[in-house]
């Protein structure tokens, strides 16, 4: 089993940073491509940013300059580093593992629970 924990959401004012993280863990053999995702009220979840293993990257236009997305392989975490952040980054955002493979073979995509990313005007 695998599991995702998130952390480093919480209430920033605007123009101020927050740096989330999300820690795999289990059997994990190897983890081909971890992201971030947000879902705001009322909205649909969409990506924020994702990274390979072997650390490219991509972003949604609306978060390209101001966010960085960052992994450390031998840890299976990966890192969301937010700044000069607007009232409408305000969202939950949750971690993602894609093809997660495990010590018992190809194991599929897995969720953290979220985390709760709100900013103030």
């Known amino acids: 089993q695998v599991q995702l924990v998130e952390s480093g959401g919480g209430l920033v004012q605007a123009g101020g940073s927050l740096r989330l993280s999300c820690a795999a863990s289990?059997?994990?053999?190897?983890?081909?491509?971890m992201g971030w995702y947000r879902q705001a009220p009322g909205k649909q979840r969409e990506l924020v940013a994702a990274i390979t293993s072997g650390g490219s990257t991509n972003y949604a236009d609306s978060v390209k300059g101001r966010c960085t997305i960052s992994r450390d392989n031998a840890k299976n975490t990966v890192y969301l580093q937010m700044n000069s952040l607007k009232p409408e980054d305000t969202a939950v955002y949750y971690c993602?593992?894609?093809?997660?493979?495990?010590?018992?073979?190809?194991?599929?995509?897995?969720w953290g629970q979220g985390t709760q990313v709100t900013v103030s005007s």
């Open positions: 289990g059997t994990i053999f190897s983890i081909n491509l």
């Open positions: 993602a593992a894609h093809n997660v493979h495990t010590k018992y073979g190809p194991s599929g995509d897995y």
